[in-house]
């Protein structure tokens, strides 16, 4: 069974300054985890993927994240904030083995200070 | 390429009735996969399909279904509506091959009174 954990539900940060969004996940066996950003009344869009290649993952809009196997962890940041980045922010994971399921976390509503 | 098209972006349904959603893929992705939204339960796996045929489905009951077309179009259907039926339901498609990413509709919003 697989499953993730958001362990922030809201995160505040000021314009310029560093995010972080937290994600720790669960998979039976070799997973792999995705970033999806959704805007108010919009669709999912997808940031970045791990599929088991370089393990520092870059998206769009300037953000990455890095997968630890040790930690089961996947954490997302951005090194600057833009007011455009408030959003919710979902981490996701595929068991490889599992079809084509996704498994999302709560999600983390990230607020952008001006 | 055209991306995920959802139909119709909104209904308003009455507790009781059936509704059905639309979801074409993108050219070419051969599966596609429903998940609910709503903000109490996040976002829930509903089902999934390729090529015509339901691969996966989540723990919802019988009264939601889907299906798939020969061109990969997708429908799902939702009998005797319940109030907390009432979510966002998104559609995914994707190239089946291991790790490639999923591209999501704008969904449809639908509210039951």
């Known amino acids: 069974a697989q499953s993730v954990t958001q362990l922030d539900s809201h995160v505040s940060v000021s314009e310029g300054t560093p995010v972080l969004l937290r994600c720790n996940y669960s998979s039976s066996y070799s997973p792999s985890l995705f970033w999806y950003v959704q805007h108010p009344n919009k669709g999912l869009q997808l940031l970045l993927k791990y599929t088991s290649a370089a393990t520092l993952v870059k998206g769009i809009n300037g953000f990455e994240a890095e997968f630890k196997k040790s930690e089961t962890s996947f954490h997302l940041t951005k090194p600057s904030a833009h007011m455009s980045d408030a959003a919710e922010y979902f981490c996701v994971v595929r068991d490889n083995n599992a079809g084509n399921m996704l498994t999302f976390g709560g999600g983390t509503r990230l607020m952008v200070k001006p | 390429k055209a991306g995920v098209t959802q139909t119709p972006r909104y209904l308003i349904k009455t507790r009781g009735q059936q509704v059905t959603l639309s979801c074409s893929p993108i050219?070419?992705?051969?599966?596609v996969s429903w998940y609910q939204q709503t903000p109490g339960q996040g976002l829930q796996f509903l089902f999934e399909y390729f090529s015509e045929t339901q691969r996966n489905k989540g723990n919802f009951p019988g009264r939601f279904s889907g299906r798939q077309f020969s061109n990969s179009r997708s429908e799902m259907n939702v009998s005797t509506l319940e109030l907390g039926d009432s979510a966002l339901y998104l559609c995914?498609?994707?190239?089946?091959?291991?790790?490639?990413?999923?591209?999501f509709g704008s969904g449809t919003r639908l509210t039951v009174v």
């Open positions: 050219s070419g992705h051969r599966s």
């Open positions: 995914a498609s994707t190239d089946p091959r291991v790790g490639y990413g999923y591209t």
